[in-house]
């Protein structure tokens, strides 16, 4: 960490009150089956590497495959639920990818740091890029990427 990058602590933040490289962590979540078949029931993707182990060992993996919309929506969620928090009013849109499969049992530890902050076209909003990177328990990446969110003063 340079002397530009800060560990964000507990609060909820403006646009003024961060710079690029500033950093938290979200909370940590276990998959599980359960996890995996509501989403799958929900999003109507029943593709069976999500919903059988042997056809996931038939495709080469260890277990049964997360969703990789799932996890990032999960990490959607766990960013909503952090100590740290932006005043929000919308999210612009996402840039992502899987680099890894997300078996069951693993857990998922999403780290979030501000790329940049766009000037601010009213006095009241800017836009903050966000860049995500997500391991497992291994500290392996299992997905990453960007977003863009619309924060209040």
């Known amino acids: ?4 990058e800060r ?7 403006g646009y003024e009150d961060v710079k690029a ?19 799958a029931d929900l999003s109507g993707d ?4 999500h919903m059988s ?5 038939r495709h080469g993996f260890s277990g049964r495959v997360a969703h990789g919309l799932l996890i990032l929506s999960l990490v959607d969620g766990l960013k909503n639920q952090a100590d740290v928090q932006f ?3 919308a999210s612009l849109g996402w840039n992502w990818r899987f680099s890894r499969p997300v078996i069951i049992g693993e857990t998922i530890r999403p780290k ?13 909003r800017a836009i903050i890029s966000l860049d995500f990177l997500v391991t497992n328990q291994n500290g392996e990446t299992v997905q990453e990427g960007s977003n863009r969110l619309m924060v209040y003063k």
């Open 1 to 4: 960490m340079n002397e530009f």
């Open 7 to 13: 560990h964000l602590t507990k609060g909820v933040y």
């Open 21 to 39: 490289g500033d950093w938290y962590s979200t909370p940590t979540q276990k998959i599980t089956a359960n996890i995996i078949d509501a989403f």
């Open 46 to 49: 029943h593709f069976e590497i």
């Open 53 to 57: 182990k042997e056809a996931a060992i």
């Open 87 to 89: 005043k929000a009013q």
């Open 112 to 124: 979030v740091r501000v790329l940049d902050i766009s000037e601010p076209k009213s006095k009241e």
